[in-house]
């Protein structure tokens, strides 16, 4: 487990109105904003749709139980349940682990940093569509993974289009006025990615781009010591019965 001071904040960043109406509605306009006034772009658009091609070549790389981190609205998750792969997302917005059980897949409102459903024995972690940046801070989020993953686990991770590596506090903000909390994030590109990867054991064995968006698949260089005495099964069977826990 990470430290408490590894840990982000609350979430609640996420549950602000603007964020949780764009998910209602699957539409943007809506951005992270930086203290400087630059916006990043998110596409909600895209979140809400079915997977895309780029998406699909993420889900061919898939090997189950999966586990979404930052699911969103859950595409993922609900595309892999459909090819018959248990996938398990979670998110720290209620919109967005609504709109998730609501297309048919099993979703739970949690942090990666909290305690999580059978620990140490998923077999992908998914971070995608910038979720790398979850916590502005690329090196514990990986070491999180690590602990959450069974031995031989892959992380498939989407990096930034862009050769960046920074560290930044932003807002949600829908352009017209509202806005969230202030909350750190990070942008990594896929050089800087492997860097973060390499220092903490893990190396990239396949890198791929498909259209403008780019992934890595990394394994670990070398077996670690594990405690979790869970098994993918178990980890299969918590996707199934994820709906029963209480937020």
């Given at each position: ?182 909350f750190p994030w990070a942008r990594v ?59």
């Amino acid at each position: 487990m990470v430290s408490p001071v590894e840990a982000p904040r609350t979430g609640l960043e996420w549950r602000a109105d603007p964020y949780t109406a764009a998910l209602r509605t699957g539409q943007g306009p809506l951005y992270l904003r930086r203290g400087d006034g630059w916006l990043l772009p998110l596409d909600v658009e895209r979140w809400c749709a079915a997977p895309d091609a780029a998406d699909a070549t993420v889900l061919a790389r898939c090997q189950g139980p999966v586990l979404d981190v930052g699911c969103g609205p859950g595409r993922l998750v609900t595309a892999l349940t459909g090819l018959g792969v248990a996938a398990l997302g979670i998110d720290v917005s209620l919109a967005a682990v609504d709109r998730t059980r609501r297309d048919g897949g099993a979703a739970l409102c949690r942090s990666v940093f909290d305690p999580l459903p059978n620990e140490g024995c998923w077999g992908t972690v998914l971070l995608m569509d910038g979720n790398i940046g979850i916590g502005g801070d690329p090196g514990a989020l990986l070491r999180r993974a690590g602990d959450l993953l069974a031995p031989g686990g892959r992380i498939v991770v989407e990096a930034a289009a862009q050769d960046v590596d920074e560290r930044v506090e932003v807002h949600v903000d829908d352009g017209r006025g509202a806005r969230g909390a202030v909350f750190p994030w990070a942008r990594v590109g896929a050089r800087a990615l492997l860097s973060h990867a390499g220092a903490r054991g893990w190396s990239a064995v396949d890198q791929w781009q498909s259209g403008e968006r780019r992934f890595l698949h990394l394994r670990r260089r070398r077996r670690t010591h594990r405690t979790a005495m869970s098994t993918p099964v178990q980890a299969a069977t918590a996707v199934r019965s994820s709906s029963q826990l209480r937020r």
